[in-house]
């Protein structure tokens, strides 16, 4: 059963997610700067298998995929179904046919141990329920040798962009 705060939460994402979809681009541009810092602190190349946690409007998977190339497979994960569904038809839209769709928790992940090269998140995981268990379930799923990365922020309080927007929505 997910914890009354926790369902508040997604809810809220849930409710704003065709808004997020809406404003897909701007948003992309706006955080350009954080995928590209993320994608070279991975080492993102052609061929890997990677996993996006927490992937919201879609970036930076989308983004990933075309750099992976048909060689490589991205998977975009996030706790939202609106978030999902509007990421898969965006993906549709661009042609990508290497990246594919999961509905889950960060603290859940459905894969099995030592699937991917790399995994990253870009301002998903001051979200995570249990940040530690999270990131122990990154660990899991990567190769030995892998790369886990994530883009986050410090508290709301100091992420005008965000509080304004989540003030908004409470």
């Known amino acids: 059963m997910i914890p009354e705060e926790q369902k508040k ?50 970036e930076p998977a989308l983004t990933i995929a075309s750099i992976v190339g048909p060689t490589g497979s991205v998977v975009y994960t996030d706790p ?38 790399v995994a990253v998140g870009r301002l998903s995981a ?3 329920v249990d940040p530690a268990v999270a990131v122990r379930e990154a660990l899991r799923v990567i190769r030995e040798d892998g790369i886990v990365s994530f883009v986050v922020w410090g508290p709301k309080e100091a992420n005008p962009f965000f509080s304004a927007v989540t003030d908004v929505i409470d």
């Open 9 to 58: 939460a997604l809810d809220s994402w849930q409710a704003s997610a065709r808004y997020w979809d809406k404003y897909r681009a701007l948003i992309a541009q706006i955080f350009a700067p954080l995928t590209s810092g993320l994608v070279d602190e991975a080492r993102i190349k052609v061929g890997q298998r990677v996993l996006d946690i927490g992937g919201g409007t879609g």
């Open 80 to 117: 939202v179904a609106g978030m999902v569904e509007t990421t898969q038809a965006e993906a549709a839209s661009r042609g990508l046919t290497n990246i594919n769709f999961t509905q889950c928790s960060a603290d859940d992940l459905p894969f099995a141990d030592h699937t991917f090269d």
């Open 126 to 128: 001051m979200f995570f």
